[in-house]
């Protein structure tokens, strides 16, 4: 498996303005990492570049949407025309858009697909011909352990984020014979404006800088999952493992008792 190194070139961080994607590009940016930061506000991204070179290191904004096919190609482009190859992608925008509870509005379920899922896609097209052509690169494409199976209140979410991890698995076979680390992120709650935004409790919540820590040494590590924290990914996998009356009756006491 190739783990890419400062020395092979620039990463890339999408939905680095805040949460995971912020607290990650410091961490690589501590590890020796120029970064390339994208998302749609660019004070933000500013702010960030201007506390990375603070730390002595290296950044650059590319604001820009992951849902815009043809900005993410112009952006992927542009990064390699400025700073050389693309050696290391975190695909961490996201977001979620849920339907109010008892309700099924399908545009909500587009908007979290079309960010999610769409996102993912339209950076992975202009990333993994150049990565395969150099027969060197690594991708992680940040996830959830929501992607297990599905849960309460978040169908559209649960349904996009296994849609990728599903691509994810079928890729590796095909990037493993060009030298192309594809990885999946499944966090549990981590501490960012989405979870602060959810009313339900959040067991095992980790803060942000710790997950950009478990994170990055996991893109060094290796192995095709980075998940943590782990009584979570226990506990959601488990649950999925029960026979469906099991699993339905459990879940649905649950969201019940926090309705």
Known sequence: MHRAKPSDGIAWVTGASSGIGRAV??????????????ARRVAELDALAAEIVALGGSAGVYPGDVTDRAAMAALAAR??????????????????FPSPRGEFVGENFRRTVALNADGVLNCLEPLLPRMSARRAGQVAVVASVAAYGGLPTAASYCMAKAGVVAMCEALKFDLDRVGVTIQVVCPGYVRTPLTDAQRQPKPFMIEADDAARRICDGLARGGF???????????????????????????????????
Not at 29 to 38: D, F, K, N
Not at 79 to 96: C, S, T
């Open 79 to 96: 990064i390699e025309v400025e700073h050389g190859a693309i050696a290391l992608a975190l695909l961490n925008a996201g977001g979620n």
């Open 25 to 38: 590009a410091l961490e690589l940016a501590r590890r020796g990492w120029r970064v390339a930061l994208t």
């Open 225 to 259: 999952e980075i998940a943590f924290p782990r009584p979570m990914v226990w506990i959601v996998k488990a649950l999925q493992a029960l026979p469906y009356p099991l699993f339905f009756r459990l879940m649905a006491r649950g969201s019940r008792r926090y309705a």
